[in-house]
């Protein structure tokens, strides 16, 4: 009985272990996030791909436009849903929209501001619960924001500010 016992306790132990091991660390995720959306942010716009009455914008592959609005426009990539959010009266250096963001979050756990080239960048991070987060991403007066796990905050932050880095208002 004793060595059963053993075995059970050491069984639990290593599964315990493994199914932390599989987890992602948001700490890490996170830090691999901010990394993505500066390097983006410091890199060449992307080209636009995608016209609208008012702002021209890329789009990686995958994602689609699922409706559009004034100061608003729906994008799809999978499952996943993205809130793409221009003011037009904003420049590229602006920080309203970016303390307009700040300012609706009740607790941000990573809050960064990217600046070069004339024009003002921004990541920000709300923990959620079930291992999930809202990531915003922006540039200036364009922001993108969605909901994903923690395993997934690098490659979006990447693809977001893509979006955002690329985007050109019609005045």
Known sequence: MKRFTRAAVLLISCAMLLAACGK?????????????????????????????????????????????????????????????????????????????????????????QFKGKGKLGFLLVERLDGGMNTLTVGVGGVKITTEMKTADLDDEAKAMMQIANSAKIKK
């Not at 021209?56 to 609005?69: C, T």
């Not at 420049?91 to 979050?105: E, F």
């Open 24 to 112: 992602a660390s948001f700490q890490e995720e996170n830090a691999k996030a901010v990394v993505a959306a500066k390097t983006v942010f410091n890199e060449n716009r992307k080209k636009p791909n995608n016209k609208t009455k008012d702002i021209d914008f890329y789009l990686p592959f995958g994602y689609e436009i699922k409706r559009n609005s004034p100061n608003n426009i729906l994008l799809k990539n999978g499952s996943k849903t993205y809130i793409l959010f221009y003011n037009p009266n904003e420049a590229m250096d602006s920080d309203v929209v970016y303390k307009a963001s700040v300012a609706q979050y009740e607790k941000l756990e990573t809050n960064k």
